[in-house]
């Protein structure tokens, strides 16, 4: 069902949380847009749970971002493939899956199924944003998720106790928020259970495989000092050679297919629950 006011709150709601973050400098201009995109379409079509659920994994992810960030800067800003100001396309490779999610759910007569993988894709993007954005500062050195092998902080692929724990709790806190909203806010006395389980282990699993494709098929590029990177273009425009991976496989492009893989292991939780209870 398609509900206009819905979905104007859901408008003016995702303009204000997004201006408020380009102002903090979490968003880029472009990130606004897709952020705007994203929370009319979610809190539009799915209603407060999937849209505060949303807001949850968008505000927590900003705050982290922002958390000991010089240290992060010191220790591994040349790794990653763009800063700390999300653009539209890493907004979308966040959202947009769970977005459609909401579409679908709203417009095919809200099938259980659709609600778990809305779970799975929210618990990924925020256990990996958090495993990334904790993990970095672990005091131990992380090691490639493959062979073991150590790797210096911030390389794709490398994980941490410190970062998989965080993935976890990331994982919970989503399967948690929508559990206690659609019983707080949806006032449904017997919401499906295994929304905590699904985040937990839907959010671990998913960001996970993120670390098994960055390990093993994530375009990966070397500085002419020998430091790998994910950046194609270094800072001051130089092109970085190519070293391993898919050329087209960006970071953008895996956080969006380790998302379906949370998606689906929370949809075979739900399944393996009962379904809808």
Known sequence: ???????????????????????????????????????????????????????????????LSHYKESIKERRAAEKFSKGGRRDFFQTIANGGLGALCAVAYALSGQPWWLLAAFVGLMATVTADTWATELGVLSPHQPRLITTGQPVPPGTSGGVTLMGTSAAAAGGLLIGMTMFLLNLLVAQDS?????MIIAGVIGGLGGALFDSLLGATVQAIYVYPDGRETERRIARDGTPNRFLRGWRWMDNDLVNLISSLGGALIAVVIALIAGGAR
């Not at 408008?11 to 897709?34: C, D, K, Q, T, Y």
């Open 1 to 63: 069902m398609i509900d206009l006011v819905q979905i104007g709150l859901g408008f003016v709601l995702s303009i204000a949380i997004g201006g408020v973050a380009f102002a903090r400098r979490s968003l880029s201009e472009s990130g606004w847009v897709g952020a705007v995109l994203v929370g009319t379409l979610t809190f539009g079509f799915g209603g407060w749970p999937w849209g505060l659920t949303l807001i949850v994994f968008f505000v927590t992810s900003s705050v």
């Open 190 to 194: 017997s919401p499906p259970w295994w």
